[in-house]
């Protein structure tokens, strides 16, 4: 747009005896790295032009503070018209600018200024173009509060711009003013813009339309930040105090009931007491599946609430994740079915207390299909809750989908898990034991699935044929539904026991350190006298029965109340 000067009183400045005037600015206004020309008209050719930009004076009868000066070039000439071209710095902060001419004539150097109320107008040809907002979210706990606009056309005085939140004008610091503003600095790129002390208040909690403002046109943000009420780490410790306190409220009945007694007389806690199979004492790996998926997702569900209304500011029910439902039928049908083949083939006791190991063993012996189950569900599990509590409280939107491979993969893992028990030949289990000395060694063994042809070990030595009466096991009642024994004695021929009470002496120091206070308990120690010079001793000495198939169990033999009887421990 041009804007012819003749109605601008212009200011000859003479020297000598010439006149020189300037009659034209064009564009007015111009944006940066904008080609403006400057038209005068002199009695003679100008040389060596320079254009001198000065901000508007403080006061009336005052020169404006110099902010630029560039080089100009002639143009064209018309008669005593004589046009010169500069550009526009970059550099320049917009606003508006008294222009000085300043020439070399025959008569000196002459300073032409331009003032009054035209004045060239340094502004944006548009408004700047915002690209991203960092951070997404801001907490209560970040150090300085600072939000950082990444974009394009920004003014390189960072004062220029003017950031407004939701409407509302953020006041920007001054001397004057310390608290609730903001102080703006633009990167030496001029890419980035940066205000720091964002105020947090609660007001502003949630979402964040986000506009700038620059020489009188606004620039929006299209994806809004967040302003979060709670800090960075608060939904995820509130995640993992409300699963505990689910689990505990759940699990109370169960922790408050008494300690429940094993097949050995030892008491379980009632926690582990959860994870048991009672049919074998063994722990359960579909009750743990079902268990540990159920936590995960109790836990990745709260996380996700707690993210949406207390970071976000979205006060609503989370969405159930793709899958999830499908992953947690798949652990209750799996523990439900494992439950009803157990009854008819259970897996062998292995030893006399419950161990990790069960998870991957059937009677001692390690399963594939158990072993690839149980990792699944681990690497599953594991892989979920790291994927939840890694999460940007303030990004996340929905708890990470179980990819449909992996509910498959889950559903082959539990069909070949449940296919192995039903495949596999019933386990040994031991629910009593006792050894006497009546006449000879004898073993009675109580329990479900023992094999006749079994190997017998008493502590690490194996129990050869040669040594039992009649070479095996005689079967006491049998099983005709499974084609095992319920009941065996086991004779043992040119063997012995003895039963020895030992003493025990323990010293403890009082606390002046002198003096010691004596303690003796008493220990009786079973000791079997085996062929061959074997002899196995301990309180109590392990019995382990290994089926043919390789599973087992074991139970701790103690020594007999006296001389003719067994001590016999049975399960509650």
Partial sequence: ???????IVAIPIVAAAQNVTVIDVDPNPAVWGQRVTVTV???????LPTVILRAPPPAANKEGKEVARVRAMRTASSGDAQAYAFIVPNYLPFGSYDIGLQF??????IEIPVGGAERLRIGLKQAPTISAVHPGVLYPDDAQNTLTIVGDGFSPDPAAH??????QVVAPCTKQRTKNCVTATLTADGHALQFAGVPLAAALHGPQEVQLLVDGQYAPVEKPFILSWARRGTPLRIAVLITLGVLLLVLLPVLLAPSQQTWVGRAHTALRSILLDSQTNTYSLSKFQFYAWTIAGVFGYVYLTACKSLVQGQFAFADIPANLPGILLVSISTSTIAVGVSGARPKGAGGPNPSIA?????????VPERVQFFVWTLLGVAAFIFLVSSSDPGTITQLPAIPEGFLILMGISSAGYLGGKLARDAGPIITSASINRANSVVIGICGRNLAADATIYLGDTVIPRSWIRDMKPRIIEAD???GFAKQLEVFLTDAYLQVSNGSIVTADSVATGTE???????????RVYLPDHYIVEGAPVRLRFVNPDGQKAEFDLTPPADRADRDVRTRP
């Fill in 1 to 7: 747009m041009r804007f012819a000067m003749a109605f």
């Fill in 41 to 47: 008209r002199a009695d003679e050719e100008l040389i």
């Fill in 104 to 109: 070399t004539t025959s008569e000196g150097n």
């Fill in 162 to 167: 003017t950031l407004i939140l939701n409407g």
């Fill in 358 to 366: 069960d998870f991957l063993t059937t009677g001692g012996v390690v």
């Fill in 480 to 482: 005709d539904k499974t």
């Fill in 516 to 526: 010691t206070r004596t303690e003796t308990r008493t220990e009786t120690k079973l």
